[in-house]
């Protein structure tokens, strides 16, 4: 069975959202014949490469919020990640466009360490002082998850380099009627958008795996 998670790093949901399924997944009797994928979804894909900007600031100006409103957001999203046993950094986040880090986790994805390097991505993005929107960083980042140092920085050089997959991902969103992550699909039968309860992707998981099963006469 295959589940296909779309989001993007920019989503502090998705990082909940990603923490959440996986304890779902943990609790699932079938877990080791489930297949994860994770696909792409920019929130800001027309912001210049290495622009970036305080996390409050775009909150404010998205939501029409004062920047102390726009902070009790942030804040309302860190509690909720620390409730679920992730750290998180209110202070410094920024944000950018993170076309390059869905590039680089296709990388990852043809060299087995997609996963691995998502929730790095996240942990840097989240919980540490370290902008991935910087070349540097993420490079450093995708190296901390295994991939080859001289193969990262050629295809975050070479920006057509997992352009077509990305730009793939995000049309079979569309198709799929995605219009935010995180957006779950389970074995393309049923759908799951938002960082759900872990009890609501266990259902999910049960759902989708009962629906393979030959029915009886």
Known sequence: MRVEIWSDIACPWC???KARFERGLAEFAGRDEVEVVHRSFELDPDRPKHETVPVVEILREKYGRTEDEARGMEEHVAATARA?????????????????????LHLAKDRGRQSALLDLVYRANFADERSVYDDEVLIAVAVEAGLDEAEVRAVVADRSAYADEV????REAAELGARGV????????????????????????????AAREPQST
Request: proline share 5%; net charge negative; no cysteine.
């Open 15 to 17: 990082y909940i959202g």
């Open 84 to 104: 679920d046993g992730l750290p998180y950094d209110t202070a410094h986040r920024d944000h950018g466009n993170s076309f390059d880090i869905h590039r680089v």
């Open 167 to 170: 730009r793939a991902d995000e």
């Open 182 to 209: 995180p957006f779950f699909v389970f074995d393309r039968r049923y759908g799951i958008s938002g960082a759900q309860p872990v009890e609501t992707f266990a259902q999910a998981l049960e759902r989708a795996w």
